[in-house]
Structures are given as C-alpha cells and as structure tokens.
C-alpha cells in the first residue's frame, strides 16, 4: 500500500534543514521508498510506499521518527521536535456521570477500547486540514469525520466517530455476527455476514460498525448531529483480514489493521482526536474517558553481541556508531557485560515489536541506517563445487533437449509427481503398480508416477478447444517401486502432440539427429502410443546422455544407386516393427527402413538397398525384401 503526507505537516514533527527532495532521497536509500515528491501550492506531497513489516510507515508520525534516524548520516540537521510519549492528555478530563457510554467485550475481541462522549457543533474543517487532507488523497467531508482520518494519517492508528443519539442504548455491544446478518456501509453498499465477522451491536441487535474496516450508514455522523462517540480500538489482524478480503472492503483502516499497527499508538491517536475535536468542533468531554485495555504490557527484547554486525555486513562498525544507530531507532540499550564490549540487550520499541525478533533483525536496522550504498561491492570469491560427471552430463543434455525442442514450436510442461487415481486409469496403467503416498493433502496427488504419461494426457485434454495443435514436452523424474528399498528415481523425456504419429516421428528423429545420436530403431513401434487422437512418446533420458556425441560420426557417400521398395504389412502381436526390423537388417544390402503410412494395423514400410562395392539392381532388391 501506498500512503501520502504533506511537507509541512511532517515539520510538525521534525526539525530538519533538509529539503524535501533531500528528504526524498535520503530516506529511499535508507529507509521507507518515497515514490514522487510533487509540489503543490506552498507544501510538497510525499507518496511513499508501506511495505507489510513496516506499517509504522503510513503516518506522519513514523516518518519523523525515521527521518530523525536518516538523516543525520547524510549531514543533515534532523531530531523530532516533540517527545511522542508526552502527547497523552493528562487526568482530570471529563465528566464522570454526565453522560454513560456502557462498553461489552465479553469475548475480547478487541483487546483494547478507547471512547468518549462529547458534545460537539458539525461543520466545516478548517482550510489547513482539508487541504492537507485532499492533498494525501482523502476527500474532506465535514470537521467530524475529517478528525478520524486526519488522526489516522498523523498517529498511524484509525479511528472512528458514531452518533451518539443514534446509538439506542447507550451501549456498545461488541460480538461476533450471525450468518446472513446484512448491513449497509458508509458507501450505502449491502454486504452479508457470517458468523466470523465481527460486529458492533447497540444492545438491541441492530449492527451499527464493522470495526476496523469501516462504519455503518446507520450510526454515521449528519449535518444534525450534537454528540459523538469518538473510538478507537484495537484489533485481532488476521479477522480484519479475513473479513475485509471476503467482503471486498479495502479501506486504508482495514490495510492499516490488518497489519497490527503499534498498540501504544491508539492512546496518542485518541488524545490527539480530543484535542481536535475541542479546538475545530467546540467540542466538550461530557462522559468518562474510557480506556479498556485486556492487553498486558509485554516486555520485548533481543539479546546479542557486536561481532554479529561485522560478521554479516562485512564491515567493521565501531560499537558507538551501532549503539546510536539502535537508540535513534528507539531502542534502549543494556550491556550485559561490565566492560560493555560484548554482550548487549535491546528492548524493542513498541511500533517495532511485529517485525524485531531476532539478532539478524538489529543487523539489518543497522546496515540500512549506515547505508547499503556505502557497503564495498566487492563479491567474496565464489566456492567451486566440482560436481559428479554424471550430474554434468544430465545437465548439459537436458538444457540442449529443452532447447531444441521449444524452437521446435513445442511448449514445456512442468507437472506434479504425484497423480491421482483417476490419472492413472484413464492412461490404461495398473494402479497396484505405483507407490501410493501414507498421506495426502488431496486425492489429485496421490500416487508417485512411474511415467509421464498421465501427466501429458491431461495437459492436452485440459488445453482440447483452447488451441488446434497441441505439442507438448516434460523432462521429469519418475518413481519405479522397489521392494523394501526407496523407489528407484530416473529422469524420462516424454513428448505429447496431437497431430499424428508422423509429426512425432519427425520431432524424436530431429531430436536425434540434433544429439548426434544414431537412429537405429531400437524402439519398437508400440513405444509410440495412441489414445483419442493423442500420440506420446517417453524416452529414458540416460539413454539418450550414454549415445550423446558431440560430434557426427562421418560417413563418406555411397557412390552406388539406391534402390527404394515399399511393402505394407498386417502388425499383429506376433508381427511387430521390430519383429520386422531384425529380419530386414538380416541383409547386407539394406541401408534404412522409413515408415511411409500406418493406418489402424496396416503398416506400410519403405526400404532403401544398396552396396558399397557395385551397383545393385532392383531384382536383387526385391530378392532381399521377399526374405522377410
């Protein structure tokens, strides 16, 4: 997500000298990325890109904090002008019993909840909150609604404004929905809900707020409105999450909370929004200030030593520069060593708390702060690992077999190694004959293949009417079932179209010529198979690699006439390709056989006889062909 902040408005908060594309600059090399920096009017805008880890990012606030950080290593006058932790109103605001505001959270399911009662005058924000407002891309409406979004922007935590009068009961019922409960949003949208969503409910069962995400049309601040609830809540991220990915409702509040934005962050918004509310709405405490927290403070930390910094990075960095690196980050520092040269605790400031776990964190906050750009971009030398010829062989020939083939026009196919049940019996195979998996996530890969078979079938079935010609190819591991051994893994070649036998023909037999691999027709013609239109072809890839040359074996040219006969044969399971192969090369004067036709069990066969030692004619010919 991306948010934007005024040049201005940041200087509320930082005291820097740096200009604004300074700033720009200087903090994309360090810090947050600050996409544009664009000039309007007397201020400038800062778009700047909040990475998931880093939502203390998407507010006013969290920029000074690392600005203050940032800028200083680039000679820059830069410390945050106010101390962030004084914000917080002090006691003595509000007007116990006035006006009761009754808060249930039986369930907790916002762990913290802050509100108040006001009385307060509706009308127009002043000039400077619009325009910073319009500015970040926030369209202002009036001074009630305009707080909420201009604390978001500033503090880094939604907030959230009822109509208190609207509110039934005076209570704030919060409560998990029930499936098919309907509301209709701020945009007049109606949504259905289901009984993981969480809700607000005024004590009559009316849904009055989708916390977090955004409010209802039914309790929305109007031009009439005399009192408000001003709230502001913590919540559980991942319900936020769910809720507003299912629904479609993709605020900024629901992008911030989903994150988990700073919990101490909602006591600074909340003090903030009073503040607000009494200077531009004439606003007035007239309840408790409530302030409901079941979240016990944690007290988080990461223990390390120096030499860790060193050790990744790769530069030495004195332990001075690491200490007010850390501290201006926030964190506070303990030696755990007298000398307080080894040891050191860091105790995790609170907007840092989700993406600080472990040493190799504090590194990173450290390399960054002192600059990527200054680390030396001299590579370490690289480790020769001499790998097993074998390994070298597989894989030089499966990279020149994936090129060859996809200038081929044949498009790669990378598949599951586990199949279902369903696969394997639309390819005619014996279930029984492969290795079934203990457990399963799913019943589509339940099985280890034993061939690709399965594999292509079903990519040309699922791409059938999607394209006229199909060619596929897979270079993958198949598993071979072993008795009480680990299955026996070898790598297959396997090539799919559905065109016809001869198109695939000519693919394997290009593939052989480009491998220098000599075609001797050692497989037999039901190696090839049919099924609906679809011919495929497996090849065990070592084989190819054991006939692999790199050079072509050279022949010198036969000076005598070749004499070309064609004879068509009934296949049978006793008269095969082969069968027929061995007898025809039972002649000396046979030179190769081509298939020219095959239709259904007629196979028509050409072969080419000639001698080396004189020309031969077509009766001798036709004497050794009637031989077969």
């Excluded at 116990?96 to 399911?109: A, C, S, V």
């Excluded at 200490?323 to 201006?328: A, I, Q, S, T, W």
């Excluded at 840092?352 to 680390?375: F, W």
């Excluded at 020219?596 to 050409?606: M, S």
């Amino acid at each position: 997500m991306n948010i934007k902040i005024t040049h201005n408005w940041l200087l509320e908060y930082l005291d820097t000298d740096a200009t604004p594309k300074e700033i720009s600059e200087y903090l994309s090399l360090c810090g947050p990325s600050i996409e544009s920096v664009t000039k309007v009017k007397n201020d400038w805008v800062y778009d700047i890109e909040v990475i998931s880890n880093r939502i203390d990012y998407a507010s006013v606030v969290g920029i000074a904090r690392e600005a203050a950080a940032i800028l200083p290593r680039f000679d820059k006058k830069a410390k945050l002008k106010k101390n962030l932790a004084s914000l917080h109103l002090r006691g003595g605001r509000g007007g116990r019993g006035l006006t009761e505001l009754k808060i249930i959270d039986d369930d907790n399911l916002c762990p913290r909840k802050l509100a108040v009662v006001m009385d307060v005058k509706t009308g127009k924000s002043p000039t400077y909150i619009k325009e910073r407002l319009q500015n970040c891309g926030i369209r202002a409406l009036n001074n009630l609604i305009d707080v909420t979004n201009y604390v978001m922007l500033e503090t880094g935590h939604p907030a959230h404004v009822f109509d208190f009068d609207r509110i039934k009961t005076g209570k704030i019922l919060i409560r998990y929905a029930k499936k098919g409960e309907k509301i209709v949003t701020l945009d007049k949208k109606e949504y259905q809900l289901d009984n993981r969503d969480v809700v607000f409910d005024d004590g009559t069962g009316r849904i009055i707020d989708l916390p977090g995400i955004m409010g209802l049309e039914n309790s929305v601040v109007t031009d009439e409105t005399k009192k408000i609830v001003f709230w502001i809540e913590t919540n559980d991220p991942k319900a936020i999450r769910r809720t507003s990915m299912k629904l479609g409702i993709r605020t900024i509040a629901a992008s911030i909370n989903e994150k988990n934005p700073d919990p101490k962050a909602a006591r600074m918004a909340f003090d903030k929004g009073i503040e607000l509310y009494e200077k531009i709405a004439n606003g007035k405490v007239i309840s408790s200030l409530y302030d409901i927290n079941s979240e016990k403070s944690k007290y988080k930390a990461v223990e390390t030593d120096y030499e860790i910094f060193e050790k990744i990075i790769g530069v030495k960095i004195e332990k001075e520069d690491i200490d007010n690196v850390l501290k201006n980050l926030g964190f506070e520092i303990y030696h755990l060593d007298s000398d307080r040269a080894k040891m050191v605790q860091l105790k995790i400031p609170s907007w840092r708390s989700n993406d600080i776990s472990i040493p190799e964190d504090l590194v990173e906050e450290v390399a960054r702060i002192y600059g990527y750009h200054k680390l030396p971009n001299n590579l370490q030398p690289p480790a020769i690992v001499e790998q097993p010829k074998e390994f070298e062989k597989l894989f030089f020939i499966n990279s020149k077999v994936k090129y060859f083939l996809k200038h081929l026009g044949l498009n790669e196919v990378i598949n599951y190694s586990m199949i279902s049940k369903e696969m394997i019996q639309n390819s005619k195979l014996k279930i029984e004959e492969h290795l079934k998996l203990s457990s399963t996530i799913s019943e589509e890969i339940e099985y280890m293949r034993q061939t690709l078979l399965p594999s292509l079938y079903k990519n040309v079935d699922d791409n059938t009417g999607k394209k006229d010609v199909l060619k596929f190819f897979e270079i993958a591991k198949v598993y071979l079932p072993r008795k009480n051994e680990l299955p026996e893994e070898t790598y297959k070649l396997g090539v799919a179209v559905n065109t016809d036998y001869f198109d695939l023909k000519g693919i394997i037999e290009a593939l052989y010529r480009e491998l220098n691999v000599e075609i001797i027709h050692e497989l037999s013609l039901p190696e090839i198979i049919e099924r609906d239109g679809v011919f495929i072809i497996e090849i065990d890839l070592q084989w190819l690699i054991d006939r692999y040359r790199q050079f072509s074996k050279y022949q010198p040219t036969n000076p005598y006439a070749v004499i070309k006969l064609d004879k068509t044969f009934n296949l049978s399971p006793q008269l095969t390709y082969e069968v027929i192969r061995k007898k025809a090369f039972g002649s000396k004067l046979l030179q190769k056989i081509e298939v020219v036709t095959l239709f259904e069990n007629k196979l028509t066969l050409r072969f080419y006889y000639s001698s080396s030692e004189k020309n031969i004619t077509e009766q001798d010919a036709k004497e050794e062909l009637n031989r077969i």
